[in-house]
């Protein structure tokens, strides 16, 4: 049976759906443009990640210094 | 086959409109803790991209309208007591409190880790501390436990612009500081202005508010006091790095018509008060909205004027507290 009564609330939760969906549009855009910021800003992306990488080890690079 | 009930009333959880949820993170309250805490991020000494910038703006406006949140779930029984805030979406039976609770606890988690990874820890645990002392501090505890309520509640109002300045910075420093205290401070005679001539119906909400509990002459002398106590920190930010001789002109003379105008206010009777509709109270409390509002424009001035060589030059006299 197709609904053919229109209440106030189903205005109301269009609405409300429609609003949700906008923010969480805007909330990944600025996400992914704050991604794109922070990649791009040239700070170090290393991290220790279970091997040893002799460029994260500071007596390594004193020593090649030298 | 719920579509087809009609009998869905307004308070069913779940059913609120959009607007009502928006309402319930206090509005009016963001908007000045947008332009605070933008005025905080660009005089601010430091650099942030435009993107990230942005995001914190967007994540401590949210992280206050979360605290909005919070607090209308708290104080729903006095909302809904009093008829300035019989409206509000939980005491019109628009939003279930536990929507607002779950809200509002959500909102601040996503707010402060967000603030955190766009710009740096201490700004996140800054606006965490900040949502903590608005919802725990002062709506929990002082607000129905003391009429200082509103001197210490400030503080909650005064944490954003130093929110702004340690998302760029990193650091809090003597100028965040004097940002702080400068709302701090102006937050009393602002609000017992405005609690003299809005006969609010706190005492049946139980709300000890210093009207109520001391009385107006006392809350008269209050305001002059408060006002006093501003004026140095008001003054003192125009010689740091943030000041500076637009600044500091225009704070002189306002902080002059403010004292003037809590003069005005101590030495009414409330007959008098009464007689010409409480025209000096009314006067007195959109002057101090003005009065904050140009002393943070006074701040973004100096920001933008210092970028002009010969008034550089000039304005570094002024800077006396800069070595701090």
């Not at chain 2, 803790?33 to 994540?59: D, K, R, S, W, Y």
Request: proline content about 5%; hydrophobic content about 55%.
């Amino acid at each position: 049976m197709a609904i053919t009564r229109e209440h106030e609330l189903h205005k109301r939760r269009s609405g409300r759906n429609v609003g949700l969906a906008v923010t969480l549009v805007l909330f990944i855009g600025l996400v992914f443009g704050l991604t794109i910021v922070k990649v791009s800003g040239g700070s170090s992306l290393e991290a220790f990640d279970h091997s040893y990488r002799p460029t994260l080890d500071p007596d390594h690079v004193r020593f090649q210094q030298r | 086959m719920t579509d087809l009930r009609t009998d869905i009333s307004y308070a069913t959880p779940g059913e609120g409109s959009f607007s009502d949820y928006v309402a319930l993170l206090k509005p009016r309250v963001m908007s000045l803790v947008v332009f605070t805490a933008l005025v905080g991020m660009l005089v601010a000494p430091g650099n942030l991209h435009p993107v990230e910038a942005l995001a914190a703006i967007i994540f401590i406006a949210l992280g206050a309208g979360a605290s909005g949140a919070l607090n209308m779930w708290w104080d729903a029984d006095i909302d809904q007591v009093m008829k300035r805030t019989a409206k509000r979406p939980i005491p019109a039976g628009k939003i279930a409190p536990g929507e607002a609770l779950g809200l509002g606890m959500a909102l601040s988690g996503l707010s402060v880790i967000m603030l955190w990874l766009a710009t740096n820890a201490l700004a996140g645990f800054l606006l965490a501390f900040t949502i903590f002392f608005y919802t725990v501090i002062y709506s929990m505890w002082l607000k129905r436990a003391t009429p200082q309520n509103i001197v210490i509640g400030g503080a909650a109002g005064a944490f954003p612009p130093m929110v702004g300045w340690v998302a760029v910075t990193g650091s809090i420093s003597l100028e965040a500081c004097l940002m702080f205290m400068l709302i701090f401070m102006w937050t009393p005679p602002h609000f017992w202005a405005l609690a003299l001539f809005m006969k609010s119906d706190y005492h049946k909400a139980k709300v000890p508010m210093l009207t109520v509990t001391h009385g107006r002459k006392a809350t008269r002398a209050h305001i002059l006091v408060y006002t006093i106590a501003l004026v140095p920190f008001a003054l003192a930010t125009g010689f740091t790095a943030i000041g500076g001789p637009v600044y500091l002109a225009l704070a002189v003379i306002l902080n002059l018509m403010f004292l003037h105008g809590a003069y005005a206010i101590w030495c009414r009777s409330e007959m008098q008060a009464e007689a010409d509709g409480y025209a000096t109270e009314k006067r007195v409390f959109r002057f101090s909205l003005a009065y904050l509002f140009l002393h943070f424009v006074a701040i973004l001035a100096e920001a933008a004027l210092v970028r002009v060589p010969a008034y550089a030059g000039f304005a570094a006299e002024f800077k006396l507290l800069e070595v701090f």
